[in-house]
């Protein structure tokens, strides 16, 4: 089973996180991965084979560009990254084995940036820590965005209104949330927990709500930990960011 990555970014993230998360991107898919493709917003990036969408950033446009990278894959698998993560190549080391299944690595910490603070908890799923099918991917987010027109979601999309009720309603990351509770499908997930962390950097320009507090969640999460940044070995971050 061929192994493909794809990129997609708004570039709302500053030069330093953007261009080191790159990198390192590059590295640590070197030994498993096949191909990437990146999508991007307005304006090109040097990553794999490049496409640019015009476009305003909004949860609408980030499925369009999620729709733009399966479509432009030729990959079986495909691991899903995104610009403000720094990945471990022990994450692409994992192979989907079920067709129709999204997994999820467990093994990430959130970085809340540029504190020397980093958390996690149990059953931390985030859509920048998913591989699947390449097809079943894609055959989700097509649906997906026929939903959002059909209902004209779109119309209330947009720069100031990063975060409407329809994105919750339907839901982040595929498989994780039914239809019996609002969710988007019934589709199945699974999870995985890689052998090193990877590390999410919660900015405060992301797309969605940074949660690197307590009291950022409406039900209260369990197996919570908070460390220092040297508690993550195998990123140097304190020196990578130059954070004294």
């Known amino acids: 089973m061929t192994k493909g990555i794809i990129y997609y970014t708004d570039f709302h993230a500053s030069d330093e ?7 390192n991107l590059k590295k640590a898919s070197q030994f498993d991965i096949q191909e990437i493709v990146s999508v991007s917003l307005n304006k090109p990036v040097d990553l794999g084979k490049n496409i640019v969408l015009q476009g305003e950033r909004s949860n609408t446009m980030y499925v369009k560009q999620i729709i733009t990278a399966l479509e432009n894959l030729t990959t079986d698998l495909v691991f899903f990254t995104e610009h403000d993560v720094l990945y471990d190549s022990a994450h692409f080391e994992f192979t989907a084995t079920k067709p129709d299944v999204f997994y999820y690595d467990l093994n990430v910490w959130r970085w809340d940036f ?30 997906r965005l026929k939903r959002i027109l ?4 779109d119309k209330e999309d947009g720069i100031g209104k990063m975060q409407p009720v329809w994105v919750r309603a339907l839901g982040y990351e595929p498989g ?21 962390p ?46 004294i």
């Open 17 to 23: 996180i953007l261009n080191i998360c790159r990198e």
């Open 114 to 143: 540029p504190h020397d603070r980093i958390i996690t908890y149990d059953q931390l799923t985030s859509l920048s820590m998913m591989t699947c099918n390449r097809k079943l991917a894609l055959e989700h987010y097509q649906k």
């Open 150 to 153: 059909e209902s004209a979601f």
């Open 176 to 196: 994780t949330k039914k239809k019996r509770v609002g969710g988007f499908s019934n589709d199945l997930s699974d999870k995985f927990r890689s052998v090193r």
């Open 198 to 243: 990877n590390v999410d950097i919660r900015h405060g320009r992301t797309l969605s709500n940074p949660k690197v507090h307590l009291e950022n969640f409406t039900h209260q999460p369990t197996g919570w930990q908070e460390k220092n940044l040297r508690y993550i070995e195998n990123f140097q971050l304190k020196e990578m960011f130059n954070i």
